[in-house]
Nanobody, 122 residues
Framework: QVQLVESGGGLVQAGGSLRLSCAAS????????MGWFRQAPGKEREFVAG????????YYADTVKGRFTISRDNAKNTVYLQMSSLKPEDTAVYYC???????????????WGQGTQVTVSS
């Protein structure tokens, strides 16, 4: 089992920045690829960014590429999502998730956090 807890969400104006954190506990964090997903009201959960277990590979949704950066610190059992140039359409609940394999599909992930709200005002 892996337990995940997100933090860092909040209200920010368009063009601003936020950094989300996801702290992991339980089984070996460094064995898992990690992903960030988001879900806006009335919409399906969508992939945002992913990172391999060593952090050597990162990948992003086209909608956030160049604005968001995913990173991890295996010594601290934490994965981060630095979000810049935020837009109102980035408003959503953001979730981190863990899985053995790198994937963009939410159904591939076994472990999920409870989510943190990000609201971007125009």
């Amino acid at each position: 089992q892996v337990q995940l807890v997100e933090s860092g969400g909040g209200l920010v104006q368009a063009g601003g920045s936020l950094r989300l954190s996801c702290a992991a506990s339980g089984r070996t964090f460094s064995s898992y690829a990690m992903g960030w997903f988001r879900q806006a009201p009335g919409k399906e959960r969508e992939f945002v960014a992913g990172i391999s277990w060593r952090g050597r590979s990162t990948y992003y949704a086209d909608t956030v590429k160049g604005r968001f950066t995913i990173s991890r610190d295996n010594a601290k059992n934490t994965v981060y999502l630095q979000m810049s140039s935020l837009k109102p359409e980035d408003t959503a609940v953001y979730y981190c998730a863990a899985d053995i394999n790198n994937s963009r599909s939410p159904t591939a992930y076994d472990y999920w956090g409870q989510g943190t709200q990000v609201t971007v005002s125009s």
